[in-house]
């Protein structure tokens, strides 16, 4: 690495370096943007950031990965066409002057270990690693909680993403051997012990490898039957998100909304529920629970939220009948991945079954990666 920051750099004095992990979501799908809970843990691969100020007005960014390079004037940060990238960048330079004033012109070099869009959230890494990097080396006045948010804020407004803070908040704030639940609401969190090596599991996530043309799509009609579920509630009861459903608000729902509006409230509510529930068996040590909530969670993605896939729900059931301890969709869906825990001794034989079974229905392989519960955002010597 440190060669090919010569290269672009020059010297490497004054260079620093920071990355920004990826995250699965254990469980607590699709609930993020409704308000509710969710369960990610952050994993050791990361998108890795390298800038050192150049005393102009310009800011000067390669991507390794796209092998391309563009510079831009601090002063006319615009929507790009032609260089989507550098859209993640623009957007959260945007928000940092817009919150702390200008800021000085750099040289960056990015590069990343986070497959795109396997559902690992190499865009919130993305803009975790700029947006801290540039924090410490100009040591602007911001807290982690202000990078999580000014980074959501790029992805919604500049890139025009509508994810909800999940992905941007782990990032920050995995914990190694933790996992972090978060109340999407009130932005409380707690670590919860998750150290998968003392169970003898390893974290296996199986890419689909497909996209479905639909599923950008898929998700914003997800949001919009959400809101529309939300604005129908609101005649019966005083609440500002799904979240804030109870029991009896719930059962009232289920009276009062069309389908498939009530399923898609179903799975929010009882999703919300089962993030508790796992969370309470972790912090029980009864891990011989957690299967149940996962195969509930997928079940109902599939069944009531409607965003699994042919071939997500070949891999949860093939993922189980080899004995897999356990497995579900992880992400937004309409491909993207699994997410498993797999005994470690049966770990070679289990992935080899797997691929095999998905090459012979699907015609080409899964990828597979086997990975560890990481920290969040730090900077990196070089
Ligand atoms: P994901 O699920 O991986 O977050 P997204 O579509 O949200 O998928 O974000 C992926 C986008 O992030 C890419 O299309 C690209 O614009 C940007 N990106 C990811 N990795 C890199 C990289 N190494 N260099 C430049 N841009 C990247
Ligand atoms: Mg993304």
């Known amino acids: 690495m440190k060669e090919k920051l010569k290269e672009f750099f020059g010297n490497i004095e004054k260079v620093r ?4 992990p990826g995250r699965v979501n254990l469980i607590g799908e699709h609930t993020d943007y409704h308000l ?10 990361y998108f890795y950031f390298y800038l050192k100020e150049n005393k102009t007005k310009k800011i000067r960014i390669y991507s390794e990965n796209f092998s391309q390079s563009f510079e831009f004037s601090i002063d006319k940060i615009e929507y790009n066409n032609d260089y989507p990238w550098t859209n993640y960048l623009q957007g959260v330079l945007k928000e940092i002057k817009e919150k702390v004033g200008d800021i000085p012109g750099f040289d960056g070099y990015i590069s990343s270990e986070i497959p795109i869009g396997a559902g690992l959230s190499s865009s919130a890494a993305y803009e975790i690693s700029v947006s801290y ?3 410490e080396y100009f040591q602007l006045p911001l807290n982690l ?3 999580v948010k000014l980074s959501q804020r790029a992805e919604n407004e500049f890139v025009g993403a509508r994810c909800g803070i999940m992905d941007q908040f782990i990032s920050a704030f995995g914990k190694k051997d933790y996992a972090l639940l978060l109340d999407t609401r009130s932005l409380e969190y707690e670590y919860i012990p998750f150290d998968i090596k003392s169970k003898d599991l390893e974290l296996v996530i199986v890419d689909t490898k497909v996209k479905h043309s639909i599923a950008g799509e898929g998700y914003s009609k997800r949001r919009e039957e959400g809101e529309k579920a939300l604005e129908i509630l609101k005649n019966y009861l005083p609440i500002n998100s799904l979240r804030d459903l109870d029991e009896e608000g719930f059962i009232l729902s289920q ?3 069309p389908d498939p509006l009530k399923r898609r409230v179903e799975h929010v509510y009882k999703e919300n529920i089962r993030v508790l529930n796992f969370v309470d068996a972790l912090k029980e040590n009864k891990w011989e629970e957690l299967d149940k909530y996962m195969v509930e969670s997928h079940n109902s993605l599939r069944y009531l939220y409607e965003v699994t896939c042919e071939e997500l729900d070949f891999l949860f059931e093939k ?4 004995y897999a301890f356990t497995s579900r969709m992880t992400g937004g869906g309409f491909g993207g991945s699994t997410i498993n825990l797999v005994p470690s001794k049966m770990l070679n034989l289990w992935c080899q079954k797997i691929k095999e079974s998905y090459k012979l229905r699907f015609g080409f392989p899964p990828d597979i990666l086997i990975l560890e519960v990481a920290d969040g955002v730090g900077e990196i010597e070089l």
């Open 17 to 20: 370096g920071f990355r920004a």
């Open 319 to 322: 993922a189980h009948e080899f």
């Open 36 to 45: 509710g809970y969710v369960l990610p843990c952050a994993i050791n691969k």
């Open 133 to 135: 990097g540039l924090k």
């Open 255 to 257: 009276k009062v909304l």
């Open 145 to 147: 909680i202000d990078i």
